[in-house]
């Protein structure tokens, strides 16, 4: 869907020149708070790092009152002087935001999720078989029924050909009920591309005796032959989705306060965290075991194929990676497949009517399995989260997931290594308190957001502005009205606490692109226009700035008429942050 946006769209930005900050309060931007995570952004060279520590006891029980003289935060083994704290408890029982009057539209998170941390469960289809995820589903009911607590802000995801909101957060267990019975599984994103398995009522006569068995069995090997080709494009494939649905992830809830806690139920990742450490694909030990005899050049170049493309996507997963961690997501990865003894793989090849090899192919498939779960306790190693493998209770693990966001505290420093150059650095938490365990990513990598190379803005907005759900590294408000011979007038209210700034001769420089596209409710592009206010403000502007937000007008020549949409985004230059939303043009 960004692609088809993006070919559809012109976001080619025309500067602004002026940016007018008086006779504008109905909706004023807000400072974050002292009892709000402080988010990490980007002042000119000047990085926030933002870690977060679950603590419990030895018996899992969250400590809380601690404070910050009770950490040590360590990155390379070095002590980091610990400049944000913000204990657990003070994240619950925010008051929720006034009513916002008509015309006026916000992406701020408190007027989404007012209250305490939030939870994703994530129904993976991109990465998981039907009939797992069906499992996964009925699991993520019986949570919802029996052990779901008061006060538990939960969101319900799906990971298809894209990231889909199937609910937004909700404290009500019915809705969420509903909206798990209205979702239904499907088959993976490459299900219809895979070769059919074979049918040996498919003219070959089993008793014509040994040439009719080896027809057959060349036959059934041609067919795997053409399967282990496909593994590469599937690795491939899985591998853009996941990748795109975590940069989803990141745009969503990075301005939500706080550690956020994503349940990602699946049979696996194609990828880990630290693309250097990457684990064997069966496709690759198929390759490479002895035990399988005369191996076709189709497996040898399956294997080939899946040990680049394990590799391929390096620079975004690294990049992917710091966005997360960015937006203090802890992923719990919880495996749907549940107990595996091995038998379910010869189960699986009988009822495809495939030949069952107990031998090699076994061995590589529960090789592949076992590689797959350690990706996912790499995965929760470096995001600060849990994997739950081999087990089936699966809505017991989404209840100890969930159980975490009581035991989180958030650290903040600034790293005394100053220099950003995109490499691995290790971060160690620890408690003075005896008798507690404590549990953070393993670190992140030293990426800074305004050097990366080969950006495409465009793309990256329209990427944006497909989310499902409303981006939130860049805050705003917007009131949306008609005007004039079939003009929309739009006003932008930009929150300054969530852009960067340059040091620039006579003061500070904002580089920020705005966005907007009419859309009628089939989908088709009605009007679109983007403005950029790329300047430098002396120091009394850059204040009022500061204190009241950064205010653009903005009119879209496109009739108010109907159930047309207006989609709106804002786009930080300098570091690629981007904030959406989705408005009513109704008359």
Aim: glycine share 8%.
């Amino acid at each position: 869907m960004a692609a088809n946006l993006f070919r559809r769209l012109s976001l080619r930005p025309c500067v602004a020149a002026v940016v007018v900050l008086s006779g504008f309060c109905w909706l004023q931007a807000q400072a974050p708070t002292s009892a709000e995570v402080p988010r990490p952004t980007l002042r000119v060279t000047t990085h926030l790092v933002l870690v977060d520590a679950v603590v419990t006891d030895k018996q899992g029980k969250p400590i809380t009152g601690l404070h910050p003289e009770d950490f040590n935060v360590q990155e390379k083994g070095k002590t980091q002087k610990i400049a944000f704290f913000t204990p657990p408890e003070a994240l619950q029982n925010r008051p929720a935001p006034p009513d916002l009057a008509p015309g006026i539209y916000t992406n701020r998170p408190e007027f989404r999720t007012p209250g305490g941390p939030v939870t994703i469960l994530l129904l993976d289809a991109n990465n998981t078989p039907f009939r797992d995820q069906a499992y996964a589903r009925l699991q993520m009911l019986q949570y919802v029924r029996r052990q779901m607590k008061p006060g538990e802000r939960i969101g319900v995801y799906a990971l298809a050909n894209s990231l889909l909101v199937i609910q937004d957060f909700t404290t009500d267990p019915q809705v969420l009920l509903t909206a798990l019975q209205k979702y239904k599984p499907q088959d993976p994103v490459l299900g219809a591309t895979l070769p059919p398995a074979l049918s040996t009522s498919s003219g070959v006569d089993l008793r014509a005796g040994g040439g009719a068995a080896e027809m057959l069995a060349t036959a059934q090997d041609q067919v795997r032959n053409f399967s282990a080709l496909q593994v590469g494009y599937d690795m491939e494939i899985r591998t853009q989705t996941t990748l795109a649905a975590m940069r989803s992830l990141a745009r969503i809830l990075e301005g939500v306060p706080g550690r956020k806690t994503v349940v990602w139920l699946t049979a696996g990742f194609p990828f880990e965290l630290i693309p250097e450490q990457n684990n064997i694909s069966e496709a690759e030990l198929l390759a490479d075991l002895p035990s399988v005899k005369q191996k076709s050049v189709g497996a040898i170049a399956s294997g080939a194929v899946a040990g680049t493309e394990r590799t391929s996507h390096g620079e975004e997963i690294r990049q992917a990676a710091a966005q997360l961690a960015a937006a203090q997501i802890a992923i719990y990865p919880v495996d749907v497949r549940g107990l595996m003894s091995g038998m379910e793989f010869q189960a699986e090849d009988v009822a495809n009517r495939q030949a069952v090899d107990s031998s090699g192919r076994a061995i590589a498939r529960m090789s592949d399995a076992a590689a797959s779960q350690e990706t996912m306790r790499d995965i929760a190693a470096q995001t600060g989260g849990r994997a739950f493998v081999n087990e089936n209770e699966i809505a017991d693990a989404v209840g100890l997931a969930i159980s975490d966001n009581t035991a989180a505290y958030s650290l903040g420093y600034y790293p005394e290594d100053k220099k950003w150059d995109g490499k691995y650095r290790t971060i160690k938490v620890k408690v003075t308190r005896e008798g507690t365990q404590v549990r953070s990513r393993a670190g992140y990598y030293a990426i800074d957001p305004s050097q990366i190379k080969d950006r495409n803005p465009e793309r990256e907005v329209a990427e944006g502005l497909a989310d499902m759900a409303p981006d939130t590294q860049v805050t705003f408000s917007a009131r949306v009205k008609s005007g004039e011979k079939g003009k929309v007038g739009v006003d932008f209210l930009v929150d300054p606490s969530t852009l960067s700034t340059e040091d620039a001769s006579g003061g500070k420089k904002f580089n920020v692109a705005f966005y907007a596209a009419v859309f009628s409710p089939e989908g088709k592009i009605l009007a679109n226009r983007s403005m950029k206010v790329d300047q430098t403000f002396n120091a009394d502007t850059y204040q009022q700035i500061l204190q009241h937000g950064m205010l653009l007008h903005m009119d879209v020549e496109a009739p108010p008429s109907g159930n047309n949409r207006l989609h709106l985004a804002v786009r930080d230059n300098h570091t690629g942050n981007l904030g959406t939303l989705n408005a009513s043009l109704s008359p």
